[in-house]
């Protein structure tokens, strides 16, 4: 029941207005997808963070397989853990991630990416490759290219 709660947040939420990370707002009538193929085993760059933009630079990634293994980069040091996944729906379970030092900013940056992907239920493709991550309640958590 979770599930089908939350996929009815995301579905929702991918048609409003609130959803968009970009210059359009995908929405499945035009084309958006919740399928877990089209965002597994690809490398995705984090561009938008909590509603604001991540320079390139910053190295955050994700990629996600099609069985929930979840590997990535959240700044400084590299994160692995599983995630539960299915039409639309995404959550994180435990990362484990190394503890390497950085810069106080570059470790700031980190730690609100770490906090953020433990908010994320749900995620849509959109028709020109945007991945969007969201929240429950629909709210956008981040958006990668």
């Known amino acids: 029941m979770l599930r089908l709660a ?5 579905l929702s939420a991918v048609a409003l207005p609130a ?3 970009g210059p359009a707002v995908p929405g499945l009538e035009e084309g958006a997808s919740v399928s877990v193929g089209r965002m597994a085993d690809r490398v995705w760059a984090v561009t938008r963070l909590a509603g604001q933009a ?16 979840v590997t990535g980069q959240a700044g400084c040091n590299r994160y692995s853990g599983l995630a539960e996944l299915d039409a639309g729906v995404m959550v994180f379970g435990p990362l484990a ?9 570059v470790m700031a940056l980190e730690a609100s ?13 959109g028709p020109e490759g945007g991945l969007w991550l969201s929240r429950a ?4 958590v981040a958006c990668l290219k």
């Open 6 to 10: 939350s996929l009815y947040c995301l």
């Open 19 to 21: 959803f968009a990370c």
């Open 54 to 69: 991540v320079a390139a630079e910053a190295g955050l990634w994700l990629m996600v397989g099609p069985g929930g293994t």
């Open 97 to 105: 991630v190394t503890e390497m030092a950085c810069a106080p900013e």
């Open 113 to 125: 990416f770490l906090t953020l992907l433990s908010q994320v239920r749900g995620f849509a493709v």
């Open 137 to 140: 309640d629909g709210s956008v």
